[in-house]
């Protein structure tokens, strides 16, 4: 078998409809085959994203012993995306948007040479009743499950591509907001680091000769001034000795007492 990846879901390429529901085709009259007489067959993995999980549809198959795909031959008078969603709708009961190819690869099937392509298909509504409904069982799984339930070639390869796919989403979010970050701190930085310009040195030169030099007792709030009692200057000094009576001697009161 040959088999051929590409990337998945970010492109949409059809989103198909069926709100007549017709019957499942049946039959091999209008099937497309390549010129060495490959029959040309088309399928998707119909997916969600349930509660933050991505989970997979996956369908038995008519004898209801294994879990697969939904998958039929491409006919002449549709596209091969309109083919897979059609299969989707016949077999599954879901309709979405179809993605891009998940997987391309060629086995020899019973009948001779097949080649299949797998395609992604968001599933955007389900059905409660729709062709195939009497005779396949359908159900949803994390998307890890249904890898270890579905093996079939081709089949297991395209569930793996679209994990792979979906991981790239959920991952590409986050690894654009760390770069994001991670440039605006680097702007940060460089914003700090700059040197500064003639202009900038100028202003911190103009402030720092505008303040003159401080004292310690000035620059602290806690420091607490000693207060020195001031003196009398001279002039009061003198004023204060000649208002002061000339001191008595002792004779001269006695001679005061005398006379009196």
Sequence with gaps: MTTTTTSA???????????DQPPARVGRDNQRYECNGTRLVAGCVPYRTHTGTPEVMLITN????????????????ETETEAAAREAYEEAGVLGAVGA????CEYMGKSGPQRHRYFALQVSSMLDEWPEANFRT???VPIDQALDQCKRAGMHEAITAL???????????????????QQHHHQQQQGDDEPRTQDDQQDVCRQASVSPTLSNATMSPLATPTLT????????????????????????ASKQLQHS
């Excluded at 879901?9 to 709100?19: D, G, R, S």
């Excluded at 008519?62 to 008078?77: A, L, T, V, Y």
């Excluded at 009692?229 to 001269?252: D, E, F, G, N, V």
């Design 62 to 77: 008519h004898k209801k012993d294994k879990w697969i795909i939904p998958k039929g031959g491409w006919e002449r008078d």
């Design 138 to 140: 359908r159900k949803w």
């Design 163 to 181: 994990a792979h796919s979906l991981r790239k989403q959920h991952v590409a979010p986050q690894q654009h907001q760390q770069q994001q970050h």
């Design 101 to 104: 190819c998940l997987v391309d």
């Design 9 to 19: 879901t970010a492109k949409v390429l059809a989103t198909c409809m069926f709100p």
């Design 229 to 252: 009692p001031k003196r009398p200057s001279q002039t009061c000094q003198s004023q204060l000795t000649h208002q002061a009576p000339p001191p008595i001697s002792s004779s001269s």
